[in-house]
């Protein structure tokens, strides 16, 4: 089909989705590079299913232990504790993608989980970054202020601020999702569809809108709180100042390493064909790769609790605390007496080593 006949469809008020999405393939047989897209959906596979088992093991482990170790005077720090249920939440969604990437994205799940499933990922990764922003305001606020009013009121602006945080990512997917359908005639697609007269003004506004809520705003916050910190515990001179400061550049290198692609790609493809016009061999290999870093997004559900907490010290007494709650105390006796034995019989010998004077 021709470009004429293309444009004609579409101010006639076309709207037959499954012609359309062959007119807009065929376009592209003409510049195919021949990447391979059997082995691009294995890879897929394997990467959501590492993403999936590391991530959900260490978010649960981060729940567990935060909530094992609760109590009134040593209170769980809220950000980290809901950060990773958001976390959690993303990767609890991630079988429908990797079945959906090896079924070649047709959607067999009906229209509903069409939309609840799109709506509860965004809504947890919405959720989970400004989690992540407002603990890089709180670290800087609690080195820096001296405010009795902050000290008296913090565990609360903590909980306000959380609730806040959950609403807010709640009603931010709600435009994109509301437009989410499922069509296909040959196969079910779980798709975006705006109407088709405005589609590119619906696109232009939710793509600046996410780069916006999704990233600008929240990185520029955490870069900023996270520098001023990583600059108060420099002037410190804290023996492990060096230490946290290159862990706090982590926060940020990692945020920025995990979501920057994806919006510039994203921003790319919305202004293509209005604003920019790209060579078609070169629009085949950026839809190819598209997949791979919108999942290369998930990769923070897995290296946040890392970050905020594996590499902690005081999260690894946690953890310790927690597992030994669940050992029998015999247990912990009959081991505590065999590693006094075995401390003294290593005494004697030593004792008995030593050369006479």
């Given at each position: 089909?021709?470009d ?25 047989t ?32 981060v ?23 958001a ?23 009906g ?10 990922y ?201 597992v ?21 019989h ?12």
């Amino acid at each position: 089909m021709e470009d004429s006949d293309a444009l004609s469809l579409l101010h006639d008020g076309y709207h037959n989705l499954t012609e359309l999405f062959h007119l807009l393939n065929s376009t592209f047989t003409y510049c195919h590079l021949g990447l391979d897209d059997n082995i691009k959906r294995v890879f897929l596979f394997v990467l959501y299913l590492i993403i999936f088992v590391v991530g959900l093991v260490e978010n649960l482990l981060v729940i567990w232990v935060n909530w094992q170790t609760r109590s009134h005077k040593n209170l769980v720090n809220l950000y980290i504790f809901n950060m990773a249920i958001a976390d959690l939440g993303a990767i609890l969604s991630l079988p429908f993608w990797m079945l959906e990437a090896m079924l070649d994205y047709a959607w067999h799940w009906g229209d509903f989980l069409c939309r609840f499933t799109h709506y509860f990922y965004y809504a947890n990764m919405y959720s989970s970054i400004y989690f992540l922003t407002c603990l890089s305001v709180d670290r800087y606020v609690s080195l820096t202020t001296s405010s009795p009013f902050w000290h008296r009121h913090q565990h609360l602006i903590r909980r306000i601020a959380c609730c806040c945080i959950w609403a807010f990512a709640a009603i931010v997917p709600l435009p994109e999702v509301a437009h989410m359908e499922l069509t296909g005639t040959f196969q079910p697609v779980c798709f975006f569809m705006a109407p088709l007269e405005t589609y590119s003004a619906w696109a232009l506004t939710l793509t600046i809108l996410t780069a916006l809520i999704g990233f600008l705003i929240p990185f520029s916050i955490m870069a900023v709180f996270n520098i001023l910190t990583a600059r108060h515990i420099k002037h410190s001179n804290k023996p492990e100042g060096r230490k946290h400061c290159r862990l706090i550049y982590a926060y940020i290198i990692v945020f920025l390493v995990t979501w920057l692609p994806f919006h510039l790609m994203l921003f790319v493809f919305t202004l293509e064909g209005t604003s920019i016009f790209l060579h078609c061999y070169l629009l085949d290999f950026l839809y190819f790769f598209y997949d791979i870093i919108d999942c290369f997004v998930l990769v923070h559900c897995v290296v946040n609790p890392i970050l905020y907490n594996f590499l902690s010290k005081n999260f690894r007494g946690k953890l310790i605390s927690a597992v030994v709650r669940y050992i029998p105390k015999d247990q912990i006796e009959q081991r505590g007496k065999e590693g006094s034995s075995s401390t003294q019989h290593s005494i004697v010998i030593t004792k008995e080593n030593i050369p006479p004077n």
